[in-house]
């Protein structure tokens, strides 16, 4: 048998080298991966409650030790947050489908408009699952201090454009960790 496979070798030297090769390759490949470190922390996004959805307090306490998304939309927007809404739609069937251990969690930048029962109508239109995306509302005061203060990001005023309402509000989405540190966005 060994006579065999050394003459089969002595035939084909570059098909067995490759299948050597292969062999080896398969082997090291996951001995050789390296997890790169995580971003590092750009802030600590401060302790908040607020109110969800379904009209119950939400924050801090129940994120903690939860990696989540944030993002800071408006169920009034005609600009940007339907494309936004359609990328979270996106990433919550990653994480069903993925069994990732994030949430999404959308800030309104539009309080006064979007309380929690428009929130729930909103949410219920997009497909929105409570156990994986929350959307949330506070008292315009403390939200902008949460958006522009905590988060690092853009909220503005309400103003009207001919005939359409628009807030100017950053569109970016924030990345943060288990410890409540902001990571990227």
């Given amino acids: 048998m060994f006579e065999f ?22 082997i090291l490949t996951p001995l050789t991966r390296r997890v790169p470190p995580p971003p590092p922390a750009l802030g600590d996004v401060p302790a ?4 969800n959805q379904e009209g119950q307090p939400f924050g801090t306490s129940q994120l903690a030790g939860k990696p ?3 993002s800071f939309v408006f169920t009034r927007c005609t600009s ?22 994030l ?10 408009f979007d309380s929690a029962s428009v929130l729930k109508s909103h949410a219920q239109l997009l497909g929105a699952h409570p156990e994986h ?3 949330l509302t506070a008292e ?22 001919a005939g359409m309402m628009d807030i100017a509000h950053a569109k970016k989405l924030v990345l943060i960790d288990a410890q409540g540190k902001i990571r990227g966005y």
Avoid at 7 to 20: D, G, I, M, S
Wanted: aromatic share 14%; with cysteine.
């Fill in 5 to 26: 496979i050394v003459e089969k070798f002595r035939k084909q030297p570059y098909l067995w080298a490759a299948v050597v090769c292969a062999l080896v390759i398969t």
């Fill in 48 to 51: 908040f409650s607020m109110t």
């Fill in 68 to 70: 989540y998304v944030a």
């Fill in 80 to 101: 940007f947050c339907p494309l936004v809404f359609q990328h979270l739609k996106t990433l919550q069937e990653r994480i069903q489908i993925s069994k990732l251990p």
């Fill in 103 to 112: 949430s999404i969690v959308s800030f309104t930048v539009d309080p006064d």
């Fill in 133 to 135: 995306w929350t959307f």
């Fill in 140 to 161: 315009k005061e403390a939200m902008a201090l949460l958006v522009e203060k905590g988060f690092m990001v853009a909220m503005g005023e309400t103003f009207m454009n």
